[in-house]
């Protein structure tokens, strides 16, 4: 069973920076599609970046392009995201996701969607202030 959990979270000024990390545990990350995501209060769910099993890839929505950084450690089985130039906008709970069903899909497309990922970690609460 993949299990995720994230740390990282905090309170920043606007324009500020923090970086969020996932652990995985339960099978190799190498193995994994992975990716972040944000849901603030009263709104769905939305996608913020996902990267490929190498790291080589990385996809952000239009968002936050430019001020975040998504990077994998294979090694350490530890996901990241690097984010700067805070906005208040950016206040929300970020979830790490994983999936296991990667073989075929298209990417980074096919890696958008919520529902495409089985495994979720509990979440962190990011909120920026002015």
């Known amino acids: 069973q993949v299990q995720l959990v994230e740390s990282g979270g905090g309170l920043v000024q606007t324009g500020g920076s923090l970086t969020l990390s996932c652990a995985v545990s339960?099978?190799?990350?190498?193995?994994?599609?992975m990716g972040w995501f944000r849901q603030a209060p009263g709104k769905e769910r939305e996608f913020v970046s996902t990267?490929?099993?190498?790291?080589?890839?990385?996809h952000y929505a239009d968002s936050v392009k430019g001020r975040f950084t998504i990077s994998r450690d294979n090694a350490n089985n530890t996901l990241y995201l690097q984010m700067s130039s805070l906005l208040l906008e950016d206040t929300a709970v970020y979830y790490c996701?994983?999936?296991?069903?990667?073989?075929?899909?298209?990417?980074?497309?096919?890696?958008?969607?919520?529902?495409?990922?089985?495994?979720w970690g509990p979440g962190t609460q990011v909120t920026v202030s002015s």
């Open positions: 996701a994983a999936t296991n069903d990667v073989y075929g899909r298209s990417w980074p497309t096919w890696y958008l969607r919520p529902s495409r990922y089985a495994y």
């Open positions: 990267v490929t099993g190498s790291g080589a890839g990385k």
């Open positions: 339960g099978r190799s990350m190498s193995r994994l599609g």
